[in-house]
């Protein structure tokens, strides 16, 4: 399936790689955040896949009919790892424990190291040596940290930004079940995928998840606009939520949050003080990154909560 | 039991109320933030309980034997609600949706609003009449919001503060079997407890939770000093974590991710980058409050997750 | 003048408007961030200049013979107002002292207001009426708010945004005499300017300057690449310094302060501990905004600090 | 002179060390941040002023006549450094440009320095040797980066915090000619005083300025309660400002600018919107410190440009 749709680097300003019906079931593939080249632990991440040609997307996937103002209800319905391996890196000026770019400090900057991570039989966990000591072993939970759309206003970001066009936002909840709506920008909507992740703690705070290849299942619906629909929103089965990007996350969490209470106000009738209160005597707060150019929060509350 | 203990509103400077053995079992009375004084949606906040006299503390406890430097381990084992109603505020000037002392612009405020949940037959959620609609319905999740210690080097805090004392950490961990540990500061320890939530969302947006008062039965056990111990951890059966505080929630979170890995290189071996790697790839980052003057974050792993 | 050169809205993305010679002095009309359509106290500036249809920037200009990685000596000549007044206004969920859109509240949105501020005889300062007391008056201090190149990696941002790149900065020391130091990251360089301020407080902090047009007379030398060029660089008759932008205003400051240590200690010789420790006891910090995508922070110290 | 008072580590909870009379001239020691005990380049800081016997504070004074809600106008008339020498420091895990305590990271911690700076003949500068060049050379700029009273609500903290009460605010504009209001928490308001500075660049990157000791000639005057006083303010021949202490500094301008804002709306009976116009017109802000426990900044404007 590898090799259907080219891999571009940016959002915005494409041509469609392929045009789908709304609700249309389909498959892509998707290159890990290395494009694929960083296989062993001796690897240099940034000879491999030197910024900013790192966190290749899959798309743009225009949708038929879309126009700009429409919402995308994007429907993740299966992520199979391509790979019977990840990825993962510690970075010199990465990461949330280091000193960044935007972030600096004039310590001497951490060492590099890169771990391979294998699916252990079965696939509900993955496998690391280390270099200290025993291995390593979490459980696999599969979600794609780059899902979004063309940015508004004719901006063309870099793959590894996230925003209110959705993009990087790391949020471990984007995988099997999940509908991430986003709003078209742009006719056709111009959807991008990647950047998967067989697995990742809040906050990705290294500056890598196990990053890996899938073959992802997938449908986008087109719905109609809808008012005060503004940051991208998230349902699963039971849960409802709004993702905010901003720095610090402070401000992620109140764009998060707010977005959540209108959201709910709206919804129930409900004023925006009753619906503030019900946000926050049961929402849950998700901090995706806290390494990309804009940090990422969800704010979610149980479907059940929501009066009648 | 009421009456046992008075209350406080620091912490620091007191002698002790009680003293207690290592590992004795006993029962507090916490009273709600309130003092007990706010009944009804047409009581004012800020006349019953004006400020500082908010968030009455039931201590200092002592622990016979304490050194300073020696680390409590404060067992959490039953939190009985001591009422049939909890209370719950929005005020001007307060909340992470509001502009703040500590954040202020020139918009008007907001309202002020009451909300008096009362629990559900079987006590296993709450219920509200609201204002605008429906009566809003949130699960029982009892925790103390207020958990600490004595302050270092001579320092008197408010009973609002939280900070490597714990103190007022909003953290929805802290309930019915989980052990928070913190380092005394002074001989004796001095434990004070209040805050009892009977639910909160993450980050207790709009600046109280359920707030009730409880007959709490807890022990603490007198632990050596440990290297290394710096900032409050806490275990449940199933997880291990340590609690930053800090602003903005940024700092906080490497507070407590870095003291995380720290703690798993010190227990497994590992070192810190491969004790990094696993944190990074199974963590997870909870916000206790936004509110307070300084935010809270529990990052913790499953302890299944630390290598033998 | 006016007209030679057309106004867009990005950086990034354009042809030419015209091509300039390395050293060539030339003047430009630049427009103010209104499109010069707010032009009394009654105008609507959402709707004569609606999102993203602000902030018009001249350009971009070529500079004939550079590439991409050499480095522009913009050399801010003369500043002359092209018209007799400026405007600055006051609107919703702008500003430092509101909630915005990167930093939501629940709070009933600030009322807008515009003020026309005019030259006063002799052309040092300007007055404007107020509704509610006696005219304001300040000094003219005559500044350019945005001067940016085409941004790296292929990126295209709205002409508000500042970054790596110049841009929005809104840095009061952007005047006559003063020369800024960018990267070409394209092949000509690319130079984009425009956002003329009659006057600005530090952080521009309402949301706008005294907005007007200029005739600003300008050259740009092209200069060699220099190893460790990175950020923003500012030079006046008596200082030098670094411009950094992030979120929080903290990181702008590293960023800058991070950035003219290493210069300096480039520059003279020193190693960084030294250059630190001269920066650290001279140096001044001026915000420029706290209103743009990004903040931004320059860094500066007095040549004659500078060790021979 | 040294002697008359002794020298605490902390604001609140001592008995007054002298009673002065309101507006009586007087003068004062206080011994630099170290003790006097760090006195050559080879001197390890965090042993001879081992944390948090570091930033020693004369005082109390109490102001006879004064009661809690009085404010307190602290006339700085001269400062006499009392040694020939000051000394500056880099230490590891603290300064803008390294982790810190509230602000870690996992590199490796930067190493420590020591500088002594010596006045030039005429005292108009100071002049430091250096490891790796040519010596450095800095104006003289004298001032108190300590000056507060004891605390609001019964907190005690320790000397190096800022905060509403004043406290460690590192403001370089606190030198002779200069005048700072505080509101008196408790009667007789108890100032305390010290960390003098030679000179400071803003921001104190590194974590200290040219630290020395002074004798101070200041006075103190009573005025009567303000409505609205909430925030030091500052007053020097040519300028009034109000300083906030907050992180991020984002906030700290927030509550410095809007607090000025309030001010001068007071002050000239303009309304919000008018001085919030004026203020964004013509203020400076100044950061004082990004290394404290709290972060400082003031925000200025011209007396003249208030109108009549």
Request: aromatic share 8%.
């Amino acid at each position: 399936m590898q090799g259907q749709d080219g891999f571009v680097f940016h959002f915005g300003g494409h041509a469609p790689s392929r045009t789908v019906r709304s609700g249309e079931v389909f498959t892509v593939f998707t290159e890990d955040c290395f494009c694929g080249k960083l296989t062993d632990v001796d690897g240099r991440p940034r000879e491999v896949a030197p910024y900013p040609k790192v966190n290749p997307l899959t798309g743009p996937i225009a949708v038929d009919g879309v126009v700009a103002g429409d919402i995308l209800a994007i429907r993740l319905i299966a992520l199979e790892p391509a790979r019977d391996w990840g990825v993962a890196t510690i970075s010199p000026d990465f990461g949330l424990l280091s000193g960044t770019r935007a972030n600096p400090n004039l310590q001497r900057p951490q060492d590099e190291r890169v771990w391979i991570w294998t699916f252990d039989p079965g696939r509900t966990s993955l496998t690391t040596p280390t270099r200290s000591g025993p291995p390593l072993q979490v459980p696999f939970r599969p979600f794609h940290g780059t899902l979004g759309v063309a940015p508004a206003h004719g901006e063309v970001r870099l793959g590894v930004v996230p925003g209110d066009f959705g993009g990087n936002l790391d949020i471990p909840d984007l995988g099997p079940g999940t509908t991430l709506y986003l709003r078209a920008n742009v006719d056709g909507g111009q959807v991008y995928i990647g950047d998967g992740h067989y697995a990742q703690g809040d906050g990705e705070i290294s500056g890598t998840a196990i990053e890996g290849a899938f073959n992802t299942t997938l449908s986008i619906d087109r719905l109609a606009p809808e008012e005060g629909f503004d940051w991208p929103r998230l349902e699963t089965a039971s849960h409802i939520g709004v993702i905010g990007c901003a720095r610090p996350v402070d401000d992620a969490v109140r764009i998060a949050a707010s977005g959540l209470v209108r959201w709910v106000a709206r919804r129930t009738g409900l004023d925006l003080m009753d619906a503030h209160q019900l946000v926050s005597q049961c929402c849950k707060l998700r901090i995706g990154n806290l390494v990309n150019p804009s940090f990422s929060v969800l704010c979610s509350i149980p479907k059940r909560a929501l009066p009648a």
